[in-house]
């Protein structure tokens, strides 16, 4: 089936701007993540849902980031008043559950820049 | 907050060569899961670890988790062009929260 699918691939915007990043996780997969990696970087944890409930929004950067599920499928992620520090590769991940031992898999990424 | 370790962050070798990037955590570890990044691409689930000492291999791949469930370790066995891109290791600390702490990631380059 399908995988992970995240829209746009690419962003450009001006600081200042709000911008709204898109995820559809895997058919059935009810746990869905999002993580930001800056250039050359690893992966920074952002937000996870089970379901569409968040129970783990620890690593939302500042208020700016917020992050909503439509019951267990489509996620968007939405940036407020974007900085050029927001400027990043934006990957949402999704599994079957929210166990840790499930595998993540992830989508293609949305490459954020600001100006 | 919780972290991670991943050393080295880069390595070269040339090909043909060994290569090991080692994860470390202060605190212990639920699993260990090792993830692929070919540059330009995405993280790719490679292995999961969940026992103490427990070894896995993966053709030229050997993945180890430690006794004390604290490090992990990928060896790669005569290295190929194909080897290229960033590992990074990925693990639940025990008493934290819900999401998977990844590493920083060690990034491979190997020349022919």
């Known amino acids: 089936g399908a995988g992970v699918s995240q829209s746009p691939s690419n962003k450009v915007t001006e600081k200042g701007k709000d911008v709204e990043l898109r995820c559809d996780p895997i058919s059935g997969h009810t746990a869905l993540y999002w993580y930001r990696q800056r250039l050359g970087q690893g992966l920074e944890f952002l937000i996870y849902f089970q379901g569409n409930s968040a129970p783990d929004k620890s690593g939302l950067p500042s208020d700016r980031f917020s992050a909503e599920r439509t019951g267990e499928s489509v996620s968007t992620l939405t940036i407020q008043r974007t900085q050029q520090e927001d400027s990043a590769v934006y990957l949402c991940?999704?599994?079957?559950?929210?166990?840790?031992?499930?595998?993540?898999?992830f989508g293609p990424g949305t490459r954020l820049t600001v100006l | 907050g919780q972290q991670v370790m991943q050393i080295p962050q880069y390595q070269h070798v040339q090909e043909g060569e060994d290569f090991t990037t080692y994860c470390n955590s202060s605190t212990t570890l639920s699993n260990i899961q090792w993830y692929k990044q070919r540059p330009g691409g995405h993280p790719v689930f490679l292995i999961q670890?969940?026992?103490?000492?427990e070894v896995k291999k993966q053709k030229r791949l050997t993945f180890q988790f430690g006794e004390a469930k604290k490090n992990s370790s990928l060896h790669i066995t005569a290295t190929q062009t194909t080897d290229v891109g960033t590992y990074f290791c990925?693990?639940?600390?025990?008493?934290?929260?819900?999401?998977?702490?990844f590493g920083k990631g060690t990034t491979l380059s190997v020349s022919s």
């Open positions: 990925a693990g639940k600390i025990n008493l934290g929260g819900t999401a998977l702490i």
């Open positions: 991940a999704s599994s079957l559950r929210a166990q840790y031992t499930d595998t993540q898999y």
């Open positions: 670890l969940v026992k103490s000492g």
